[in-house]
């Protein structure tokens, strides 16, 4: 289990505006744990980050990590499902004694619902035991740990109403898909390096309902165009 490096700043993610001051008390959090246990004030031991597919979670959480100047811990929830019984609780053990032993630190754990559904949906035992797991590790952090848990789902009505309790995923940060001006920057900011000539308002008009990730694809794929032409 080894950390992953990430050079993912809040400056190359546009279209987050709105979260970003809560993403950055998050930072402080990490940096600065002192200025609030001071005063007595509990560390969030999660946040759980919503939104539909490709609006930039996963660089969201590597940003967040790279700004704290923290290791980052990447996993995705299916990683954690196995055919045999215990297997998944074994890693989830196993990675909260890593990140433990080099915290201040961040876990990531991408589309947290493959483990996270609620119980008795589909009687899924190594699904349950490894949840069950999760909730035992995140109670185990105490009100000074320097372990943050950051989730990303677009299901949260799926999750068990457990992972959902205060005291576990305490921050919920909604990202949402990109307004006009959204669109715009994260255009500018994909079209940096290369050879355009064209109205980039026009096309943040033309591209109503796009995410980041296919605002990116269709750069990518207008470059190979015009390079095949």
Same mark, same amino acid.
């Given at each position: ?8 700043? &809040? ?14 008390? #998050?930072?402080? &959090? ?25 609006v930039?979670?996963?660089? @969201? ?15 995705s ?12 609780a ?7 004694? #890593? ?8 876990? &990531? ?17 190594e ?13 185990g ?8 848990? @950051? ?34 920057? @994260? ?15 026009e ?15 269709? #750069? ?10």
């Amino acid at each position: 289990i080894e950390p992953t490096t990430t050079d993912v700043k &809040f400056s190359d993610i546009a279209g987050i505006d709105e979260v970003k001051s809560e993403l950055t008390q #998050v930072v402080e &959090f990490l940096n600065k744990p002192e200025k609030y246990l001071k005063y007595g004030v509990s560390l969030p031991k999660g946040v759980l980050l919503v939104g539909p597919p490709g609006v930039g979670k996963t660089m @969201i959480a590597k940003a967040v990590a790279n700004e704290a100047d923290v290791p980052f811990y990447y996993q995705s929830g299916a990683s954690f499902v196995h055919i045999y019984v215990g297997m998944g609780a074994k890693k989830v053990r196993e990675l909260f004694s #890593v990140v433990k032993a080099n915290s201040p630190s961040i876990i &990531f754990i991408d589309e947290i619902d493959a483990i996270g559904k609620s119980r008795g949906v589909s009687g899924n035992d190594e699904r349950e035991a490894t949840l069950n797991e999760l909730l035992t590790q995140m109670d185990g952090f105490d009100d000074k740990s320097t372990v943050m848990v @950051i989730a990303a789902t677009n299901k949260i009505e799926l999750l068990d109403e457990a992972l959902l309790r205060a005291g576990r995923f305490d921050r919920r940060v909604y990202v949402e898909l990109p307004g006009l001006e959204d669109r715009e920057a @994260i255009l500018k900011i994909y079209l940096k390096d290369k050879p355009f000539d064209g109205d980039v308002k026009e096309i943040a008009k033309m591209t109503v309902g796009f995410s980041g990730a296919a605002l990116a694809s269709l #750069v990518n794929e207008a470059s190979i165009y015009a390079l095949n032409r």
